[in-house]
């Protein structure tokens, strides 16, 4: 099964707070999983990634938290901003030279209000 | 950082006429691109995979022969949208792959086919 699922579909936050954004895969295989952030009517931008041998990745105000028994993946934005308001896509993909094609998420909107 | 840049950024054309979109890798080669399309407030949808020098690889229901896509050289790929028709109109997305799994996007091409 190639699916991920991604949770909540909608997020507001008040600025400063620390949305969380969930993902779970049903592929082991996977071995990559990146964050998209993507703003209206712009392509999607590569925000942070990990790889399954780890459990937690940090780049600035975003962390990667990985679970590879449980087959989740979670984005944390610290201290957020209203500039962190855009739509965000967890994404899964497997190493397979010519052919790393990615699976997205659904998708979250995310609105940080002031 | 990874660079991929994507013309045109926003096309109108009429119903029946063919529409050419490029994607191109502006500081590295990618041997593998890759064409999304997003349809509003929706995730991105892979349609078709394409290797330098080999024809491209399509996912399932897409219309090989309505979308063709070209790759002729590491840093140049191109999407034509033929006889395109008013339900062709959304939001083209390509992205270049720059190592293992990772894949950066250009800003997106919105086609409107009146």
């Known amino acids: 099964q190639q699916q991920v699922k991604q949770s909540p579909q909608s997020l507001i936050v008040q600025k400063g707070g620390i949305p969380i954004i969930n993902c779970a895969y049903e592929?082991?295989?996977?071995?990559?999983f990146p964050w998209y952030q993507q703003f209206p009517g712009k392509g999607p931008a590569l925000l942070i990634a990990i790889r399954p041998d780890v459990s937690e990745k940090k780049e600035g105000r975003f962390t990667i938290s990985f679970n590879k028994s449980a087959k989740q993946f979670s984005l944390h934005i610290m201290d957020s901003q209203p500039g962190d308001s855009a739509t965000y896509f967890c994404a899964a993909s497997i190493a397979d030279f010519g052919n790393e094609k990615l699976t997205f998420g659904t998708g979250t909107r995310l609105t940080i209000i002031p | 950082g990874a660079v991929v840049s994507q013309h045109p950024s926003w096309v109108i054309c009429k119903s029946g006429t063919s529409v050419k979109i490029e994607c191109r890798s502006l500081d590295f080669q990618a041997t593998t691109m890759f064409w999304y399309r997003q349809f509003p407030k929706q995730s991105l949808m892979l349609m078709a995979t394409?290797?330098?020098?080999?024809?491209?690889?399509?996912e399932q229901g897409v219309e090989k022969d309505k979308f063709l896509i070209n790759h002729a050289s590491l840093t140049l790929s191109t999407l034509t949208v033929t006889s395109a028709h008013p339900e062709d109109s959304s939001f083209y997305i390509c992205s270049a792959g720059l190592a293992k799994n990772i894949q950066y996007f250009g800003a997106g091409t919105r086609l409107s086919v009146l």
């Open positions: 592929n082991t295989a996977f071995d990559y």
């Open positions: 394409s290797n330098e020098g080999s024809k491209a690889t399509y």
